[in-house]
């Protein structure tokens, strides 16, 4: 049954003293349209974020779905979300809607409903990256981009299998428009650089709760030359035969993930095609994903993309490097949200937050479907904090 939660939009003006006039204030109550949740368990209430294109401001309310109440706000333009976070039967369900660009004014009643739909939380969820370089040793400007690394954990009360997973960067819903190629484009995102994909026959890595499993650009001890880390634990590495040619970064022994898609070639040296910023897909294809050469043409001329179901998607995350949220690439059913971090090579990545803990101690990571609240920056990046559990069959160190 279609529920609409309509609002009485009351307007107000706040009367000016003589000399100084005062900002126009409207009363607002939201108007959040469920339709779209079909079977999927209605929130108590929502999370709204309001943010004032002109000055910038930033509020945010709690918004009793039961029993709607109204809000005072400065008269002016606002992007809006809408979140929710629920739980039924073991699952659970991220609840999102936005509205950009909404006018809230007297004489404006600004009611168009906010529709929400909601997404079941993934098994397997970033745990935590580190994407924009390190500083070599005893350099004051060179910057190490061979040290990338993700981290994956699983954040389930099951095993999963990591056999078939895929890594790609994703291109920017803002810029790049596939509507005239592909019908239904609304219902995918679309990789611009290269796509890795874990190998396996299908149970060939299992990943226990509680157990995390490291991709990185090169599996080997970085200190030794950056201000970095030790990635020679890390199960997989952006290693294939294309790279081993051209010689520069050592075959470690962690599992080489297969380069199955080339989109558009990156003259970068860290395999992943992109640093400073980005945004990133974990997925598991459920269709056949097209080969180099079948790739989309964009609206841009020689700008190329590769489709995925935007329901193969286990877990996405915008990663910027200003703080403009027009920077974002993914739209808000994917991440709602984005992180930067305060420099190029720095050294430092970001950590998703923990939620809470089972009764083994394993960890609980938060996952909202917004990386704003999600996660942090950490200028000291470490695989497997919090006690994070390593797979049973990785059991190798490799030295640089």
Same mark, same amino acid.
């Given at each position: 049954?279609?529920?609409?939660?309509?609002?009485?939009?009351?307007?107000?003006?706040?009367?000016?003293?003589?000399?100084?006039?005062?900002?126009?204030?409207?009363?607002?109550?939201?108007?959040?349209?469920?339709?779209?949740?079909?079977?999927?368990?209605?929130?108590?209430?929502?999370?709204?974020?309001?943010?004032?294109?002109?000055?910038?401001?930033?509020?945010?309310?709690?918004?009793?779905?039961?029993?709607?109440?109204?809000?005072?706000?400065?008269?002016?333009?606002?992007?809006?979300?809408?979140?929710?976070?629920?739980?039924?039967?073991?699952?659970?369900?991220?609840?999102?809607?936005?509205?950009?660009?909404?006018?809230?004014?007297?004489?404006?009643?600004?009611?168009?409903?906010?529709?929400?739909?909601? !997404?079941? !939380?993934?098994?397997?969820?970033? $745990?935590?990256?580190?994407?924009?370089?390190?500083?070599?040793?005893?350099?004051?400007?060179?910057?190490?981009? $061979?040290?990338?690394?993700?981290?994956?954990?699983?954040?389930?009360?099951?095993?999963?299998?990591?056999?078939?997973?895929?890594?790609?960067?994703?291109?920017?819903?803002?810029?790049?428009?596939?509507?005239?190629?592909?019908?239904?484009?609304?219902?995918?995102?679309?990789?611009?650089?290269?796509?890795?994909?874990?190998?396996?026959?299908?149970?060939?890595?299992?990943?226990?709760?509680?157990?995390?499993?490291?991709?990185?650009?090169?599996?080997?001890?970085?200190?030794?030359?950056?201000?970095?880390?030790?990635?020679?634990?890390?199960?997989?590495?952006?290693?294939?035969?294309?790279? $081993?040619?051209?010689?520069?970064?050592?075959?470690?022994?962690?599992?080489?993930?297969?380069?199955?898609?080339?989109?558009?070639?990156?003259?970068?040296?860290?395999?992943?095609?992109?640093?400073?910023?980005?945004?990133?897909?974990?997925?598991?294809?459920?269709?056949?994903?097209?080969?180099?050469?079948?790739?989309?043409?964009?609206?841009?001329?020689?700008?190329?993309?590769?489709?995925?179901?935007?329901?193969?998607?286990?877990?996405?995350?915008?990663?910027?490097?200003?703080?403009?949220?027009?920077? $974002?690439?993914?739209?808000?059913?994917?991440?709602?949200?984005?992180?930067?971090?305060?420099?190029?090579?720095?050294?430092? !990545?970001?950590?998703?937050?923990?939620?809470?803990?089972?009764?083994?101690?394993?960890?609980?990571?938060?996952?909202?479907?917004?990386?704003?609240?999600?996660?942090?920056?950490?200028?000291?990046?470490?695989?497997?904090?919090?006690?994070?559990?390593?797979?049973?069959?990785?059991?190798?160190?490799?030295?640089?």
């Amino acid at each position: 049954m279609k529920r609409i939660l309509y609002s009485l939009l009351a307007l107000c003006l706040v009367i000016s003293c003589e000399e100084t006039r005062l900002p126009s204030l409207v009363e607002w109550c939201p108007s959040i349209d469920e339709s779209a949740l079909g079977d999927v368990p209605r929130p108590d209430s929502y999370k709204i974020t309001v943010s004032n294109i002109g000055t910038e401001a930033v509020e945010e309310m709690i918004f009793d779905a039961l029993s709607p109440q109204t809000f005072e706000l400065v008269q002016g333009i606002y992007n809006i979300t809408v979140q929710a976070h629920g739980t039924l039967g073991g699952r659970a369900f991220n609840y999102i809607g936005t509205a950009n660009a909404v006018n809230i004014s007297p004489g404006n009643s600004g009611t168009t409903p906010i529709k929400v739909s909601a !997404s079941e !939380s993934s098994a397997l969820v970033f $745990k935590e990256i580190h994407y924009n370089a390190s500083m070599v040793k005893n350099s004051a400007s060179a910057r190490y981009l $061979k040290d990338t690394y993700f981290e994956v954990y699983n954040n389930s009360e099951q095993t999963v299998y990591a056999d078939g997973i895929c890594l790609g960067d994703v291109l920017s819903s803002r810029v790049y428009d596939f509507s005239d190629k592909l019908p239904d484009a609304a219902n995918y995102v679309f990789m611009g650089t290269y796509v890795w994909q874990i190998p396996g026959s299908g149970t060939d890595y299992p990943i226990a709760p509680g157990e995390s499993f490291v991709i990185a650009a090169s599996a080997i001890d970085h200190s030794q030359t950056a201000e970095t880390l030790d990635l020679s634990t890390a199960e997989f590495e952006t290693i294939c035969d294309r790279y $081993k040619e051209r010689g520069g970064q050592p075959d470690a022994n962690a599992v080489n993930m297969t380069l199955v898609c080339t989109i558009k070639e990156s003259g970068l040296g860290n395999q992943l095609g992109k640093f400073t910023d980005g945004a990133w897909a974990l997925f598991y294809p459920s269709v056949p994903l097209r080969k180099d050469g079948e790739y989309l043409e964009s609206n841009h001329a020689n700008n190329y993309g590769l489709e995925v179901l935007k329901t193969d998607v286990l877990d996405a995350i915008d990663l910027l490097k200003s703080e403009n949220p027009d920077d $974002k690439r993914l739209e808000s059913d994917l991440d709602a949200g984005w992180i930067k971090c305060s420099t190029t090579g720095g050294n430092e !990545s970001v950590v998703r937050k923990i939620s809470g803990r089972r009764e083994n101690g394993s960890i609980i990571l938060q996952d909202t479907n917004n990386t704003t609240e999600d996660f942090t920056v950490s200028d000291s990046p470490q695989i497997r904090r919090d006690g994070t559990g390593r797979p049973s069959w990785s059991n190798w160190t490799t030295a640089q």
